[in-house]
C-alpha cells in the first residue's frame, strides 16, 4: 500500500504565506514526478506545479513568481511555499506521485487534499 498524506494547510491573509507538505510511504521503491494541483469550488482540478525526480520544475502562469515547489527524495516527501496569496488561491490543494512500486508496478497516487483559504 502506498499513502500520501499532506499537511500545512490553513486560513491566512491575503499576502500572507503557508508551506504544504506531502509525504510519501509505503511499499515505494521509487517516486518519479511529484506535484501539486487544486480545486476551487465549482471549478475544475487545476495544475499548480510539478517537479521531477532530477529536480525540473512547471509552474501554471497564475503562480510562478510566487510559489515554489521542492523535495527531498531521502524523504520521498514533497513541499509548497506558497507566498503572496491572494485570495482567488482558496482551494483544497492536492499532492499528486508517479510512484514505482516494483515488479512493472507503476502508477498516479493522490493525497486526501487540504484546504487553503485566503481572506481579502
Known amino acids: 500500500q502506498v499513502q500520501l498524506v499532506e499537511s500545512g494547510g490553513g486560513l491566512v491573509q491575503a499576502g500572507g504565506s503557508l508551506r504544504l507538505s506531502c509525504a510519501a510511504s509505503g511499499s515505494i521503491f521509487s517516486i518519479n514526478a511529484m506535484g501539486w494541483y487544486r480545486q476551487a469550488p465549482g471549478k475544475q482540478r487545476e495544475l499548480v506545479a510539478t517537479i521531477t525526480i532530477g529536480g525540473s520544475t512547471n509552474y501554471a502562469d497564475s503562480v510562478k513568481g510566487r510559489f515554489t515547489i521542492s523535495r527531498d527524495n531521502a524523504k520521498n516527501t514533497v513541499y509548497l511555499q506558497m507566498n503572496s496569496l491572494k485570495p482567488e488561491d482558496t482551494a483544497v490543494y492536492y499532492c499528486?506521485?508517479?510512484?514505482?512500486?516494483?515488479?512493472?508496478?507503476?502508477?498516479?497516487?493522490w493525497g486526501q487534499g487540504t484546504q487553503v483559504t485566503v481572506s481579502s
Open positions: 499528486n506521485a508517479n510512484i514505482y512500486r516494483g515488479s512493472g508496478l507503476r502508477r498516479e497516487y
